[in-house]
DNA sequence: CATTCAATTGAAACTTAATCTCAATTTCAG
DNA sequence: CTGAAATTGAGATTAAGTTTCAATTGAATG
């Protein structure tokens, strides 16, 4: 399904849906969660396909403009992504001293965007709520911040 | 008043509030709004005083530690920042066409933080909302996304 | 004032993610 | 098939940010 999708997306550009593309999607739908590139390379290298680190990243940012896949955050050490076809829209709590990442929704949280969009006049198209602290198991426990 | 904090804070670690931390501090704080460290950097050399990159981003950890100023978000280009003693917490709006950044404050926001946190058993200390789109000027003209 | 020693600095080397280059290869419409 | 256009990968490049380390500074002490 999320093929047919990235096709037609690259069919309207005229692009192809090389082996090296299709390896790329497949890799990023293999699994439910977040993701680095370089993350994404080796695992690519270590399923038997193969794409080039400038493949995987050329792909990475069709996959975003297609809309399939989406930048969670950028940490120092790069950007984090997850693939958003079949999953709801959701945001994130970041454990500043695990680094885990734990995902919530919230309704009040959507119709608190448009309410604040229209308030400033501007036309919101997406928000990412980064909430920032300690996750149940690392509270109390006196652990520095990555 | 923030450079009797700073070096307040200096002094808890025994630090030294030299010539340059001085020079990047009060660059920080001579005017309001975004900048960039690279920026920084230039505007300090340009303005008599000086430090070195190495000083300036290490001042810059410090003063973010100290809490006198603020990650704002990560670009593509690299941090952006600004100083936030006297001024209340908010969050932003980034158009998506111009790159221009809207400040905004919102109450509802701050206790649905605190109501998410609760839900999800989350310490938060912070939080960064970011909605993107298209800004007053930039609505209805078709410009490319930046 | 001299001494001392940890803190600090700056220039340059380094790191790392990400992008770009370009010759070689693949794809596909005709 | 054939040729134009798209694509690839290896390696070079870029740029933000960090680290290294020898030289310098400066506060405290004798």
Redo the contacts between chains.
């Keep these: 399904m999320e093929q047919k999708i990235f096709q037609e997306f690259l069919g309207e550009r005229g692009l192809k849906l090389t082996k090296e593309r299709a390896a790329v999607l497949r890799e990023v739908f293999s699994f439910h969660g977040h993701f680095e590139p370089e993350h994404l390379y080796f695992r690519i290298r270590g399923s038997g396909s193969k794409a080039s680190r400038a493949s995987v990243y050329r792909t990475l940012s069709l996959l975003v403009e297609s809309g399939l896949v989406e930048k969670v955050t950028?940490t120092d050490r790069g950007n984090v992504y997850e693939h958003t076809y079949g999953h709801r829209h959701h945001d994130h709590?970041i454990?500043?001293a695990c680094g885990g990442i734990?995902e919530?929704y919230?309704e009040?949280?959507e119709s608190?965007?448009a309410?604040?969009?229209e308030?400033?006049?501007?036309?919101?198209?997406?928000?990412?709520?980064?909430?920032?602290?300690?996750?149940?198991t690392c509270?109390g426990k006196g652990l520095e911040d990555r």
Excluded: P, V, Y
């Excluded at 308030?119 to 149940?136: K, P, V, Y």
């Design positions: 950028r709590m454990c500043d734990i919530f919230s009040k949280l608190l965007q309410e604040i969009c308030q400033n006049s501007f036309s919101g198209s997406s928000h990412t709520l980064e909430i920032r602290g300690r996750c149940e509270q």
